[in-house]
């Protein structure tokens, strides 16, 4: 064979892994979902009275959602939702790559009890899943930082009411909220953004393996040392 | 036949035809069914229940759904609800304006004649504020549905998981 064939052969071959390449990584970016926004890492409770660094799941995929626990619709809907997702990661064996944080923002009533109780009644695993809350002002700017739209309406006897004090004692009050689960990479980066009690299974988990597929930036180490498994 | 014979029978005739026409099928104004109602689980919530005993605020929540049916041929309206499981019993509906939930309370719902409206999860649904006991999984107990026309209408209320 002369000299010239073999070297179209290797050339011919070297395109095409070049090629291949060039697939993978435009493959790969297609595949990449967008940025919104980082999840601040302050502190919280959970719900054994524990204090929760929401940095501490960094490493994880995070599946974060907000509610109240005397939402009686919708918030029950998104915990369902994300319970349902927690089985579907149990079931493919991502358990220990995914972590589920649910935020009360209600904090005023919600206490580390109040949501222990409400996530037992829900049969939640809190191997992988654990129940936040913590101090009004850092719930309030967190729902800042996420877009999370709150306004409190106050009822007495189904009559809406302005203030709480437009009758004594007789009052209770519901929260309009967004209704929505964010999906959070190892990073702390929000990087979907699902509807909430309407969530599908299938979609959610196509975005979570997606997820879970990406490696590290750096393989950052979890903040102060602590494991994420023995910090709850 | 004299005249006051013939007024008798046409009297009694009258009456008679009268009594057909209201005793007729779909002539008896609204005939309300409820169907299937069921309530979340739901914890009456320990330090929240205390709390919300006269308190602002504190009292824990559930809420009931079903379908109104309504077999008649007039509308009716659902215009209040009792039980005793819980301190206030009001029609809420959520509405959704893009991706907020917004709890609304209604004062009645309207049932339309052969026509029925379903309460359902971010919709309407009855709510149950202050519960008194907790609301387990197969719990049952009796809702009372108040419609305008129909009057009282006792349901037995199943607590099951979410259904959405």
Redesign the interface.
Known sequence: MPRGFWLGVGIGLLLVAAAGAVKIALDARAESLPVYMTVPDWPFTDQEGRTFWLGHTRSKVVVLGMIY??????C??IT?RMRELQEQVAAEGLSDQVFFVTITIDP??D?P??LR??AR??KVDFTNWAFLTGDPSTIRHLTEALGI?TER?Y?I????AAT?GASA??????I?????IFLVDRQGRVRALL????TELPEAMEKIRRLVRERPASSAPLPMGVALRSSF | MSWIRILRVAFAGGLLLALVACGAPGASGPQIRIVDPWARPAMSGGMSMGEGHGGHGGAATSAVYFVVRNEGDQPDALIGAATDVAETVELHETRMEGDIAKMVPVPRVEIPARGQVEFRPRGLHVMLIGLRRDLKVGDTFTLTLRFEKSGEKPVTVTVKEMNP
Do not use: I, K, M, Q
């Open positions: 626990t005397h939402c009686p619709d919708v029950p809907l369902a005023e009533r206490t009890e109040v109780r409400y009644a829900r739209y309406v009822g006897n189904g009559t809406p709480p004692g007789a009052a209770t009050y519901f309009n909220h967004t209704d929505r509807p909430g009690s309407r």
